[in-house]
T-cell receptor, first 113, second 112 residues
Framework: DQQVKQNSPSLSVQEGRISILNCDYTNSMFDYFLWYKKYPAEGPTFLISISSIKDKNEDGRFTVFLNKSAKHLSLHIVPSQPGDSAVYFCAADQLRGAQKLVFGQGTRLTINP | DADVTQTPRNRITKTGKRIMLECSQTKGHDRMYWYRQDPGLGLRLIYYSFDVKDINKGEISDGYSVSRQAQAKFSLSLESAIPNQTALYFC???????????FGSGTRLTVV
């Protein structure tokens, strides 16, 4: 039973445009959400997070939006750059519960020049 | 030196062999994790440890065991490797809940 789902295995975006990566979750006990970025032959690296008490968190070109009623979050990258080409993983945690990250399947983002 | 070091980086082993993957960290974190990555399945948790005396099974612990030798070291063993354990394995650390994990560079394991 996949509690965190990224339904798009891949996404291709033109350089300079907005990239939108989506993630859905089923467990209403999740209260903390994170995005990780992974390059080939490297481990995932933390990108941005959001607590369930917020609906938006911004860090430079990266913004994460959380819609708790829909159990949906998204990562917006504006403007997209070639170095953003990577696999992006959505993850969720229960700060007062299990306290271990549950990851989605990942979305491969390709930025085209 | 990397904050989280995994050895070996690549390994090919035969079915039925015992193999150990090692992880060490210099972050001083109490919490350590082992995940495996498979195409289309993302990262799945194998085992985790919140301190030296605490070991917990993750969602896919069957066929694996772990040892937390010290705060800085967390090893994953495959007692009798099988081909469907071919995957990319990641070790990670964190200081507490609500803080992003720091991952190692991974071990690519192939069981033939």
């Amino acid at each position: 039973d996949q509690q965190v789902k990224q339904n798009s295995p891949s996404l291709s975006v033109q350089e300079g445009r907005i990239s939108i990566l989506n993630c859905d979750y089923t467990n209403s006990m999740f209260d903390y959400f994170l995005w990780y970025k992974k390059y080939p032959a490297e481990g995932p690296t933390f990108l941005i997070s959001i607590s369930s008490i917020k609906d938006k968190n911004e860090d430079g070109r990266f913004t994460v939006f959380l819609n708790k009623s829909a159990k949906h979050l998204s990562l917006h990258i504006v403007p997209s750059q070639p170095g953003d080409s990577a696999v992006y993983f959505c993850a969720a945690d229960q700060l007062r519960g299990a306290q271990k990250l549950v990851f989605g399947q990942g979305t491969r983002l390709t930025i085209n020049p | 030196d990397a904050d989280v070091t995994q050895t070996p980086r690549n390994r090919i082993t035969k079915t039925g062999k015992r193999i150990m993957l090692e992880c060490s960290q210099t972050k001083g974190h109490d919490r350590m994790y082992w995940y495996r990555q498979d195409p289309g399945l993302g990262l799945r948790l194998i085992y985790y440890s919140f301190d030296v005396k605490d070991i917990n099974k993750g969602e896919i612990s069957d066929g694996y065991s772990v040892s937390r030798q010290a705060q800085a070291k967390f090893s994953l063993s495959l007692e009798s490797a099988i081909p469907n354990q071919t995957a990319l394995y990641f070790c990670a650390t964190s200081p507490s809940a609500g803080v992003g994990y720091t991952f190692g560079s991974g071990t690519r394991l192939t069981v033939v």
